[in-house]
């Protein structure tokens, strides 16, 4: 199988993107806890998720930050060990306002409690850290529904009276919306961080050593997406090379095959399928495959190009027959 290393994944890994600074926002995010029937909605506008994830010790994190205002928003979701209990927000919040004040170099400004619908609120101004100046403004918002505590946060450092409305309408988007409540677990882990893991094996050619972090990596974006369109192309892509590779040609198709049932326009898809069926010597599934691929071929990431199946090794069986040389002559051209 061919070993093409995308544009998008070296810069992924040596680039700003690696931190996300070029990821691109999203309109809406939704936040939700293994086995109930409910997500967390919040309106993103302007932001760029960083992170949402199952973490090992069992609690959903979710963190974004708009590159533009500094405004950085994160929710925590936590199962209660027993029923909830009532006050128990509100105790939350007086906790976070005493483990401010002692990281504070001075006092806190303009701490305030109130009530919005069953969400307790706490809000007030950070205005030094550690001797410098930061007038980092912070709400904090506190809910419990089915025994999951839900824990919000909105910061912004250099706070201007101008930015209240932003802060507002943040807050007032946060919503529960319906979900399919599911009991299978969940993979911890962030999705991201895994692909970039999983690259830098795959650039040094140890594939064996990619396919675990990039498998991971899927399965938790089959629960919830986080990478934009590309890195999850490159993913899909790259996994099935790595088990091409390694001879794990079932489970290469699989991959290849979710791939395309979410994604039926990418066209290296279709490529590396007809990779796994010309290895096995499959004559019409092969054309077929390499049809589809020939078709959408205006559809590549930015800086790829499509490949010519004429001098990959995956095809090294089928290129014995004349058939199938006439066949990708067809397509591609005659030989220079």
């Excluded at 895994?194 to 650039?203: D, N, P, T, V, W």
């Excluded at 205006?298 to 199946?309: C, K, L, Q, V």
């Amino acid at each position: 199988m061919r070993t093409r290393l995308f544009v998008i994944l070296l810069s992924l890994l040596f680039s700003g993107t690696a931190n996300g600074q070029d990821a691109p926002a999203v309109a809406r995010s939704e936040v939700w806890f293994p086995g109930k029937a409910w997500a967390l909605e919040l309106d993103g506008a302007g932001f760029t998720t960083r992170s949402n994830e199952m973490q090992a010790d069992g609690r959903r994190y979710f963190l974004a930050e708009n590159t533009k205002t500094r405004a950085v928003v994160s929710v925590f979701m936590e199962a209660a060990k027993g029923p909830a209990q009532p006050g128990e927000c509100k105790r939350s919040l007086e906790e976070k306002v005493k483990r401010n004040s002692s990281l504070a170099s001075g006092s806190l400004k303009g701490v305030a409690y109130r009530e919005s619908g069953e969400m307790q609120i706490l809000e007030f101004t950070l205005p030094e850290l550690d001797g410098s100046p930061t007038n980092q403004k912070n709400i904090f918002g506190c809910l419990i529904k089915d025994d999951v505590f839900i824990d919000i946060h909105i910061s912004k450092i250099f706070f201007k009276a101008a930015d209240q409305p932003m802060f507002d309408a943040l807050l007032e988007s946060f919503h529960f919306v319906p979900r399919e409540a599911s009991s299978a677990p969940v993979p911890a882990g962030n999705s991201l961080k895994l692909f970039q893991e999983g690259s830098r094996y795959f650039i040094a050619h140890q594939y064996r050593e990619a396919i675990p972090l990039y498998q991971k990596a899927l399965e938790i974006e089959k629960n919830t997406p986080t990478l934009d369109k590309n890195l999850w192309r490159a993913l899909i892509d790259n996994l099935s090379i790595a088990y091409g590779i390694t001879h794990d040609l079932t489970s290469a198709r699989e991959a290849l095959t979710y791939g395309v049932s979410k994604d039926p326009d990418y066209p290296l898809f279709y490529y590396n399928l007809a990779c796994v069926t010309a290895e096995k010597g499959d004559l019409p599934d092969t054309e077929n495959y390499m049809k589809l691929a020939f078709e959408r071929r205006d559809n590549m990431i930015p800086g790829e190009t499509f490949p010519d199946a004429r001098v990959d090794d995956s095809f090294q069986k089928l290129l014995l027959q004349k058939e199938f040389r006439q066949f990708l002559n067809s397509l591609y051209g005659p030989q220079q």
